[in-house]
């Protein structure tokens, strides 16, 4: 799979875990963080990873900041994309199976990173189920 990640500088050092966890893994990472703990914009690095889901560039994409709020809500603004605000691994499969969600918005100040590590491999892993779901899915997307 190709996976495109972005981060602000809440969160670095998960994204390193994640990345080491996926190329561990097998899968090919777009990287749109920042590998510092020096101040800056999490839309910046959110909208690149939006980009690579509306584009087909990338399966799906992981979003950390602080909250996990801001990136979520920056990456949930362009079409076709269904960004999940996940804290623990029952959520991230929630929002695969009943959301479809294509991105994980990961909050680095309330998770740890063995838990963000787990969430990721929980979402990757789960499938959409369909069905009722999907009718619902249909009419998130304004048009």
């Known amino acids: 799979m190709k996976i495109s990640i972005g981060n602000d500088h809440a969160g670095p050092e998960y994204k390193k875990a994640i990345v080491d966890f996926l190329n561990k893994k097998g899968h090919q990472i777009l990287n749109h963080g920042t590998d510092t703990s020096d101040s800056v914009d999490y839309p910046d690095f959110g909208h690149p990873v939006a980009l690579d889901i ?7 994409g992981i979003v950390i900041c602080g909250s996990g709020n801001g990136i979520n809500m920056t990456v ?3 079409q076709g994309i269904r960004s999940a605000l996940c804290w623990t691994k029952e959520i991230a499969a ?18 740890s990173i063995p838990q963000a590590v787990e969430m990721v491999d929980t979402f990757l892993n789960t499938n959409f189920e369909g069905g009722r779901h999907a009718t619902r899915v249909n009419k998130i997307a304004c048009k």
């Open 94 to 111: 929630l929002a695969r199976q009943h959301n479809d969600a294509n991105i994980i918005s990961i909050p680095a100040r309330f998770t």
């Open 54 to 60: 509306e584009t087909e560039k990338a399966d799906f």
């Open 76 to 78: 949930n603004k362009h």
